[in-house]
């Protein structure tokens, strides 16, 4: 069963920066790649970054510049860099991984931005 944790989510000002985290129960985003997610309340959960099992990675439009999507394969993580933060990048963010047809997604942390 794979496992994810998200963490590192918090209140901070527009401008200001946060990492968040995803840390994984096993060697699985440098096999299967992983992908971060958010959802406001009231609105559909969103792709945010997407990192294959290679490396490569793609981002929102409205992200791309300020957030950046990497891991540390031998922590077994996942990272999201979050730059330049706005209010409009308030929302429940969720990391995501894909394995034998099965989709896992963990339990989100809280990101919150004020004007």
């Known amino acids: 069963q794979v496992q994810l944790v998200e963490s590192g989510g918090g209140l901070v000002q527009a401008g200001g920066s946060l990492r968040l985290s995803c840390a994984a129960s096993?060697?699985?985003?440098?096999?299967?790649?992983g992908s971060w997610y958010r959802q406001a309340p009231g609105k559909q959960r969103e792709l945010v970054a997407f990192?294959?099992?290679?490396?490569?990675?793609t981002y929102a439009d409205s992200v791309k510049g300020r957030f950046t999507i990497s891991r540390d394969n031998a922590k077994n993580t996942m990272y999201l860099q979050m730059n330049s933060l706005k209010p409009e990048d308030t929302a429940v963010y969720y990391c995501?991984?894909?394995?034998?047809?099965?989709?896992?997604w963990g339990q989100g942390t809280q990101v919150t931005v004020s004007s």
């Open positions: 990192m294959s099992n290679t490396g490569s990675s």
């Open positions: 096993g060697s699985i985003f440098s096999i299967n790649g």
């Open positions: 995501r991984t894909d394995r034998s047809y099965r989709t896992y």
